[in-house]
Nanobody, 124 residues
Framework: QVQLVESGGGLVQPGGSLRLSCAAS????????IGWFRQAPGKEREGVSC????????????SVKGRFTISRDNSRDNANITVYLQMNSLKPEDTAVYYC?????????????RGQGTQVTVSS
């Protein structure tokens, strides 16, 4: 079992920045990659970014490359980590509910666990 809790969403103006946090915990956590995906009303779910537990490899959607950065802080222990999504140069089209999710082993395929989500709204 893996628990995920997101925080850090909010309202920001276009061009602004936000940092999302995902507090992840669980005895099997070391076997999971952690990713972020987003869901906007009327749109399909979009995978945004992911960081694997093997070598810390990162992936990004083309729509956020160069603007978003994913990172992981596992200074406590491998069963309790925080994954961050630094979002810069935000655009109105980035508006969505952002979820963090645990994917088995690599940043591929469907997730096994996800958090409750945090709303990000980019508007002037």
């Amino acid at each position: 079992q893996v628990q995920l809790v997101e925080s850090g969403g909010g309202l920001v103006q276009p061009g602004g920045s936000l940092r999302l946090s995902c507090a992840a915990s669980g005895s099997t956590l070391p076997y999971y990659a952690i990713g972020w995906f987003r869901q906007a009303p009327g749109k399909e779910r979009e995978g945004v970014s992911c960081i694997s537990t093997v070598g810390g490899k990162t992936t990004y959607a083309d729509s956020v490359k160069g603007r978003f950065t994913i990172s992981r802080d596992n200074s406590r222990d491998n069963a309790n980590i925080t994954v961050y999504l630094q979002m810069n140069s935000l655009k109105p089209e980035d508006t969505a509910v952002y979820y963090c999710a645990a994917i088995w082993r690599l940043c591929e395929g469907e997730y096994d666990y996800r958090g409750q989500g945090t709303q990000v709204t980019v508007s002037s």
